[in-house]
């Protein structure tokens, strides 16, 4: 007895991946994509924030200037950011290089007393490679080169 065993028909193959896109952060896309209560702004805001990459940092100002919209809104997104940390709100920072806002508490100074939220912030991206000078404002260029995902996924 023969044990042939044949290809499923093409129309049950799932669609091909976009090689340009790691499979790590198709999986993030999707979930935005998919996540019921977002509205078309910030799923625009979380697919773009996808393109800064670990060990870099941007601000509410630059990502509100890509977006054609406000450092307070791209703030409030990132304050209810339902996808943290993998959609990396923590590198999103004050434009005068402090740590600004995370999850809704906000510093100016870079230091926070007792720790808290900010701290975890900072924890963070110095694990990425991020460094802070003395007065704890951020050191380094900010990141401007962004990118909407969802267009190179429509291609």
Same mark, same amino acid.
């Given at each position: 007895?023969?044990?042939?065993?044949?290809?499923? &028909?093409?129309?049950?193959?799932?669609?091909?991946?976009?090689?340009?896109?790691?499979p790590t952060l198709q999986k993030q896309l999707r979930r935005i994509s998919l996540?019921?209560?977002?509205?078309?702004?910030?799923? /625009? =805001?979380?697919? @773009?924030?996808?393109?800064? &990459?670990?060990?870099?940092? #941007? #601000?509410?100002? *630059?990502?509100?200037?890509?977006?054609?919209?406000?450092?307070?809104?791209? !703030?409030? *997104?990132?304050? /209810?950011?339902? %996808?943290?940390?993998?959609?990396?709100?923590? /590198?999103?920072? *004050?434009?005068?290089?402090?740590?600004?806002?995370?999850?809704?508490?906000?510093?100016?100074?870079?230091? =926070? *007393? !007792?720790? !808290? %939220?900010?701290?975890?912030?900072? @924890?963070?991206?110095?694990?990425?490679?991020?460094? %802070?000078?003395?007065?704890?404002? @951020?050191?380094?260029?900010?990141?401007?080169?962004? /990118?909407?995902?969802?267009?190179?996924?429509?291609?």
């Amino acid at each position: 007895m023969s044990t042939k065993t044949s290809s499923p &028909p093409i129309h049950s193959l799932p669609p091909p991946s976009n090689p340009e896109i790691p499979p790590t952060l198709q999986k993030q896309l999707r979930r935005i994509s998919l996540h019921p209560t977002l509205t078309p702004y910030r799923r /625009r =805001v979380y697919r @773009v924030l996808l393109s800064v &990459p670990p060990g870099r940092w #941007t #601000t509410y100002s *630059a990502l509100a200037t890509y977006l054609g919209s406000s450092a307070r809104a791209v !703030g409030n *997104a990132m304050r /209810r950011n339902p %996808f943290a940390p993998e959609v990396p709100c923590h /590198r999103v920072l *004050a434009a005068n290089g402090s740590l600004g806002g995370y999850k809704g508490e906000w510093s100016v100074s870079g230091h =926070v *007393a !007792g720790g !808290g %939220f900010q701290e975890e912030k900072r @924890v963070r991206l110095e694990r990425e490679g991020v460094e %802070f000078d003395a007065e704890g404002k @951020v050191m380094g260029v900010c990141f401007g080169e962004f /990118r909407d995902w969802a267009e190179v996924v429509s291609r």
